[in-house]
């Protein structure tokens, strides 16, 4: 991997991300070699131990390359050039090599056949190409650069000639390039070769490079690191140095690692040849290069320990020819190994969640079903063994596995296999069974949840009424009298009020609530039934109530008889009565309204005149029995007029004729 970042950065936009620490700082592994060079060391890369090859470049204008025989305990510098500079390279066998590089207004490639003693110059484009940033080969023969604006070529003879592709979209320039094969591989670009903070996008071909797809856009990565089609890392951040993951091919992205420390990046990742759960990444705090890092993970990237770095670089480059054996490189001439014990491969590890299963009460006949996970939380491959009951008869108490695909199966490291248990109560009563799990987990293969759930009988919804008819009696034509009826759910279950319809004349719902309505066996719900005849004569109805249960009627009766004018006005109800002397009456007059009552309470009067104008009276108090009550009528527009008196819920009118 290479990447062109100047050295006089002075300030970063700071993204708001979250902090993920970094685990404690590890002793120092890493050596200080001399490199005989001055210069930012862009990439560093071995063909085994000993034998590798470094490109730098030295400010302002001027490119040197590096070589070793002895595994970098002795540098020799094979080749300086100016007016341009060297930023990757790749060692193609023990004496093959290739380095590019170039500046703004054009490209190079060297090859060298002889360990570095002769270079030749393979691409020298001076029209309009930039440099190249990138390189990447795939085994000796095959390989691939790209650099400013997007410009790709790629080799089939380890170097010695070239081919223009398709430029990576957008105009944008390549920071990194990483193949898995000769046809698929990824590309990290940036808006230019310096604003790298602007954000980056990672591109993806499936054709050597002849074509590009955007695979997906981060706050800003400087390099990607493929282990196989499925699993990849992308390094880089804004305010703390971050690696993302991808287990699905770049589909989706999670969160590997963040440092603590903010305006720090990753310039580079590498993974460790023949262990792929080996990794390291590098880099530094932009703000002030004497601050390197060096993170290290043995476990597919679940954990990280943060190491010294000692030489006070930037680090641009890392690279592990062997697991055992590493080399970073940086600026100011700096190059650093390490010499290490191989790690030891991730055991499978599984956690699975929920640890117990509760269903709760439900009733007989009805299912439900509870979701477990099974979770790889080690980079190794978990196998699933077996999921079952521990109950043969586990069917019969209403347990069921609803599972997809067929055991044993493996899910790969960081991965996660999903399945159902359903509970469909029997019969009523409590029920349990143990769900055994069993896999290769090295802390303990069998797992025993338990799991438990309880039948009941279902109730069937039904509609409860605290009145089986209403009746309201005898009335006088034109007179109003409302009735309550309450209405409940039974049998505990709910029901759905869909409907209130009144047949037959004179009766009306008096109010009419907004349905449907959920009816409980524990909240009523009151409804009011009003009965207004015009007329004298016998009437009936019915109150139609539908709902989820079905429907229900209720018989309405009442009766009404004509108002003799003028004189005594008697109600049959017994509610209370009202004797007023003779008509006509002058407005303004006294009259006596003798009223019996059967309890104590008050009293109203209301003159409506035919126009329909009402004028109310002040209510009067009165008590049980017999009790005169003076009224004087109040002038109005009309020779006839009524007299209303209200008591309770119960009302009586009065004709009334009066002369001006």
């Known amino acids: ?47 085994d131990e000993s034998t590798g090859t470094a490109a730098v470049w030295v400010k302002p204008g001027a490119a040197e390359i590096l070589t070793t025989e002895n595994g970098g305990v002795t540098w020799t510098k094979s080749l300086s050039e100016i007016n341009q500079g060297m930023t990757g390279a790749r060692m193609l066998g023990p004496r093959k090599a290739v380095v590019i590089g170039g500046t703004t207004n054009f490209s190079r490639v060297f090859t060298s056949d002889d360990g570095g003693d002769n270079w030749a110059l393979r691409v020298d484009d001076a029209s309009s190409t930039p440099a190249f940033w990138a390189v990447d080969f795939v085994g000796a023969r095959d390989g691939y650069v790209a ?37 698929n591989g990824y590309a990290v670009t940036s808006p230019s070769d ?21 695979v997906t856009q981060f706050p800003q990565i400087n390099a990607v690191e493929f282990v196989d089609e499925n699993v990849g890392y992308v390094a880089g951040g804004t305010s703390a140095a971050t690696i993302w993951k991808t287990t699905d091919g770049g589909a989706t992205w999670t969160t590997s690692y963040m440092a603590s420390g903010a305006g720090q990046t990753f310039m580079d990742i590498c993974v460790a040849p ?53 080399f970073a490189c940086g600026t100011d001439g700096t190059i650093l190994q390490t010499s290490r014990d191989p790690s030891p491969a991730p055991e499978p590890q599984a956690e699975i969640q929920p640890t117990e299963l509760l269903f709760g009460e439900h009733g007989v006949g009805e299912g439900f079903s509870i979701p477990v996970n099974i979770e790889s939380v080690s980079a190794a491959a978990l196998e699933i063994k077996r999921i079952e009951f521990e109950e043969a008869d586990a069917a019969e108490r209403g347990f069921s596995l609803e599972i997809v695909g067929e055991l044993p199966m493996t ?78 759910a039974a049998n505990e279950a709910d029901l759905e009020l869909q409907a209130l319809e009144v047949e037959g004349e004179a009766f009306r719902l008096a109010d009419s609530p907004l349905m449907p309505i959920m009816l409980d066996h ?30 229900e009627r209720v018989p309405l009766s009442g009766s009404a008889v004509e108002e003799p004018t003028g004189i005594a006005i008697l109600p049959r109800g017994g509610v209370f009565k009202v004797e007023i002397g003779p008509n006509p009456r002058r407005a303004g007059e006294q009259l006596v309204a003798h009223v019996d009552v059967p309890r104590d309470g008050m009293l109203y009067v209301e003159l409506i005149n035919l126009q329909g104008r009402t004028v109310t009276m002040p209510p009067s108090a009165v008590q049980t029995g017999s009790v005169q009550l003076p009224l004087e009528l109040p002038a109005h527009d009309g020779a006839a007029a009524l007299l209303r008196f209200r008591f ?13």
Not at 204 to 210: E, I, N, P, S, V
Not at 415 to 441: H, N, P, S, W
């Open 1 to 47: 991997m290479t990447v062109f970042i100047r050295k006089n950065i002075t300030s970063l936009v700071i993204a708001g991300l979250l902090s993920v620490l970094a685990l404690p700082q590890a002793v120092a592994q890493w050596n200080v070699q001399t490199s005989g060079s001055t210069g930012d060391i862009y990439e560093v890369h071995f063909n």
């Open 147 to 183: 650099g400013g604006q997007g410009y790709f070529m790629s080799t089939t003879d380890g170097g010695n000639s070239w081919t223009a592709g398709a430029s990576v979209p957008g105009g944008t320039h390549v920071l990194d390039l990483d193949f898995i094969d000769l046809r």
């Open 274 to 326: 023949d262990n792929p759960f080996v990794l390291y990444a590098v880099g530094g705090n932009l703000f002030d290069e004497n601050n390197p890092i060096i993170v290290r993970s043995i476990d597919g990237g679940f954990s990280w320990q943060s190491e010294d770095a000692p030489g006070g670089a930037l680090l641009r480059s890392v690279h592990f020819p062997t697991e055992t054996e590493g």
């Open 522 to 551: 524990e909240n009523e719900l009151e409804i009011q039934i009003a009965f207004e005849p015009q007329s004298a004569g016998l009437y009936s109805g019915e109150l139609v109530i539908t709902t989820s249960a079905g429907e």
């Open 411 to 488: 899910i790969d490291g960081g991965g996660f296999f999903a399945f159902e248990v359903r509970f469909e109560a029997q019969a009523a009563g409590e029920r349990q069974v143990t769900l055994v799990i069993e896999t290769d987990d090295v802390d303990g293969a069998v797992v025993n949840i338990p799991v438990s759930g309880s039948g009941a009988e279902v109730l069937e919804p039904g509609l409860v009424l605290d009145k089986t008819s209403l009746e309201f009696g005898e009335l006088n034509a034109g007179q109003e009298k409302s009735l309550p009826l309450k209405l409940l």
């Open 648 to 660: 309770e819920s119960t009302q009586l009118t009065v004709p009334i004729l009066t002369i001006p």
């Open 194 to 214: 310096q604003n790298f903070w602007s954000g980056t996008k990672l591109y993806r071909t499936t054709d050597a490079g002849f074509s590009w797809e955007l």
